[in-house]
């Protein structure tokens, strides 16, 4: 039923490529299928004015997407002269998801920025981009714990992220593009390796949807981050 | 337990306020307690350019917050020269909820923006926005219709929206800016008048959350939005 | 003569509500009968740089309209990413004339921000917004007085203003839309409750004027703000 | 008692030379003694888009302070990304003082745009830029009856402008910067030669004034402005 | 004496990788050294406004540096608002350097848009940049025959480009960052595989150079430039 | 061969006024034939933040045309929210050329900005503006040393700019608009009095150009550089 052929629960093949470039703390190359998205961890001493004093550290994350990572290309943001709509709401939907993850009080006055850049999209970039992103995370971590800038390790837990959706009637996982943009319902969720929710995000694209396609869906999310916490382990192992 | 007295499951008194403003072909003033929004639905001939010559209607949304509506006031967005993410993600989200309402091939080539003004904040800003906003939607369609732009009428269901959140480890509804400020957990929900999801979006703010907890506040927001669609209906009549 | 049947010196019927939101220090909305603004005075502890170390205080006015405060809608100006000259204008016109009003060297280095929101246009907003926030003003000034922050009332007079222009040949008093978008001459005139003239703007949007005429429209102005002290004074006791 | 030795109703030396640049339909550099305003007008067929398909023409201004035209440097307004309140201010005015001068509905579906940009300043820039800008109107005007584009003259009038304050004390006309800056009131008058007023700006910087003050100031404008028009005539010859 | 330990006339080991995404009619990855270039070249019909008529066709390219690219993080651009000085600098070289290797005329009205982003930066980003673009210009432009877009090839010539400088009073090829970095003059040489320059951009950072200096650092150019153009083959091969 | 009957090394009449307007420390206005560029240097205390602590002065430039300073009107760049690329990359090349010219570490923490704006525009706006920019340079560190802010002259050399080019296939130097927009290659060349490169820049605007072409092109550079320096002397004596 679903063009790539993959069976309702099924995801995409899922590489994690660290240390993908080199002067990032983390570097993390994440693809899901044709979905690429490169994750880079910036470490930087002192945290943004709000942040002053709290003893306190802080997270956040930036998204963006080339311009010909789609199918046809879409003008360069820094060209028109601002962001879209849509990039803020992912930039700040990651930045919360790796914040929750994160002890803060325990990272001193420091941030991490972490850039998550699509090289290529085909559906599932947020989730790719979370999931990516938490490994890179974990990598600048170990890097600040190596210099002494931190003692102990801050991290609660991983934290991955998967879309599902109705498509044609059925739920599915990971959906790509070309489910994606014929889905009834699109679901984002994210969710910890100690099996708890940090976000989720549905939306009726075209038609409602009821409580029980809600709890299919979250319980096709479930198994997916599962299998994408296992993926995260690998890598870092 | 609630700093208001309110049982768990007890939304603030709500308000609905029509033809609040002269202009607007529908202008409504919600208020949730002591949360105000003045929603203005402006109609117009002709869709932006990419949805010219598909001969169906759109509906988009903006929101703004006046810059003293909250406890301390807050830059003025035009003065600062940029939308705020927040403010993005919300109009964006009463823009999809109040699509998702409308059969869009029944409005003509004819557009509608809802302006969703925040007179004074005190929690649930956006859900009072999308409540309200679709009231006024039906008072600009019901326009339309004695002016002869749109022969039926193209509404498929009211929607209504809630805040629902985890406070001091209990499930709670209707959240106002105390509970908000100190909520574990805090999730929107826009719904149908048919007991149908249009838009689910639970956040993690200090701990995840379980399926239960999960599943828990879906239950609040289901009884309150029920409650939401009398109020709507009240107005109308 | 005039649409509204009104005679050439007779003003719109004015109502001053003091507290309208509960958050500012000083929130007054004012009504010029169709004509609607919302005034709301926010007190700030800290001085702009350019007025740091000086040991005085500083008043400022931003303005805004509703999108839809009008008959058709205009762009919001966060969205369109800056403020329009108009607006630019009337700000400026405001923050001089509170200025005016106040021995800001008895203030101490404290900042007085009144934003004046637009909710409904028929003609007259920046005259409705001068006499409103003037009221705001006198509210969050007493806040500050009562909070220690200053030790006397650094008042000097209160100001109000009008607008009068010629309509078919005749001096009348404070425009509404449909006169203003008719007239030969627009004039607004901001005053003291001392007669005195703090700021006359007039400008010939058909015809020069000449000098009989400048005077004839400023006797009406004066009377007008006279009536519109009156306004202010009730509204305070 | 001025500090340039000045009576109180003497203007600064004027200096008005045409055909200063080579491209500009209409090429004037104004002098107001040490103040010095290049002001350029372009004629281009067609009208802006809110003007298309009334038969009628527009003219415009656009103004512009050169970084170092004052006595310490200013932020170059391109650099920045905006035009200041100011500078919209006077632009409006010059765009508005010079529609009053022409028959729009004779000038065909064609723009005058004019440039006024500060090369030194020294107090009086939007005067003078207003006073040079009508000149360069006139060659712009000729220059498109020499190449066909109107029939007619559409000028009505000429207009000049003056500022006129409160200094010391005492109604003084052409007010330097020196004087600018101590002024208890700055008002700036735009008249035709016909002695009527196209516009009017009294701003009191300090001090409130009174009606004989209004029309002491008033009466010196008038006088003043009669010498510029003299000079405006003797340019022209 | 390098760093690296090459030769003055050395460059870095170069790697191109075509298709390297899948979305763009041509993708090219190129490396000279640590240096990485993703260059999307982007068909579309229709030409920019100012081209439109003239029968031809248009290309230009945009460049931009992820935010890590460096060892520093720099700031996102699209977040800024901005593009740089730097990034305008390169991309209008980019796009002259094409424009120039291409008969315009032999394209019909269409667009090529070529889109170089630095993933990973160790100088020379704007040279391989060039190098790499051309590669997907090639690639675009046969997309273009096979699909019927244009007749003939309009390629006149391959272009590549080289950085060479003096870096401790000696000529040397390809510099990398610790040069670039320190040297005292950068030049960045555009040429053709027929021997010829396109462009010529020599800075002298520290000391002003000599003629002689100027062709001991063209002379290293020409050579390096051929064996980029051997590259360039292999990689169209 | 030439449009205005020069021979192909024959440059036009140079002005140097200095002391052109009155506030800035150096003020210089440049006439290449028709070009008119008038350069003011402003000299303030303190450096920007970069540059903070390294006990080094700055130096930098910012370039502008006026609007109607060409043949047709083009928009004005602080209307239209940004400085165009070609702006950008034309301050850039006057900023560093100044910088090469001067010893920083004698200026102490002291900055000097130049404002090169163009009055008047026929071809080689922005090596006139260098020409220019270093007399204005030179009277601005001269000022320095009479106030005191520097003991020593940390002027290295003069600098001066010419742009030659292949027009009609001959070397031309000094090329006016005619011979600009029809050159096949366009070369811009900064150059100090004692005979040294400080930058090169050279395009092929049509055709690719050989070595042998480039070689006569800088010699013609050269030669018309050395006159200039002379004009500069003349003037600075």
């Known amino acids: 039923m679903r063009p790539s052929g993959r069976t309702s629960q099924q995801i995409r093949p899922v590489t994690i490529t660290r240390n993908y470039t080199c ?3 983390g570097s993390v190359l994440i693809e899901f299928g044709d979905t690429k998205v490169l994750c880079n961890a ?5 945290v943004p004015r709000f942040m002053k004093g709290k003893g306190q ?19 360069r943001e820094a060209a028109r002269g601002k962001q879209g709509g849509r990039t803020m709401e992912i930039q700040r939907l990651i930045g919360r998801s790796l914040r929750a993850a994160v002890d803060l009080s325990a990272m001193g006055e420091n941030t991490i920025v972490v850039d998550c850049d699509v090289i290529q999209a085909d559906g599932g970039t947020r989730t790719a981009a979370i999931t990516g992103a938490c490994v890179a995370l974990v990598d600048a971590l170990n890097h600040m714990r190596k ?3 931190i003692k102990v390790n801050p991290l609660k837990f991983m934290v991955a992220a998967i ?3 109705i ?28 099996g708890k929710i940090i976000e989720i995000q ?14 299919a869906m979250v319980e096709l999310a479930k198994h997916a981050i599962r299998e994408l916490n296992d993926h995260q382990q690998d890598a870092l192992n």
């Open 42 to 46: 910036s470490v930087t001493a002192g």
């Open 57 to 75: 550290g802080w997270i956040t994350a930036e998204y963006g997407m080339l311009p010909r990572a789609t199918h046809t290309r879409s003008d």
């Open 167 to 194: 498509y044609k009637g059925e739920p599915v996982a990971d959906l790509d593009y070309p489910e994606d943009s014929a889905a009834d319902t699109d679901m984002n969720v994210v969710m910890t390796d100690t």
């Open 147 to 149: 210099n002494g800038m």
């Open 23 to 25: 002067h990032a703390e």
């Open 202 to 215: 549905g939306t009726a694209e075209e038609e409602p949807f009821s409580f029980e396609e809600m709890n």
């Open 163 to 165: 879309s599902v959706g």
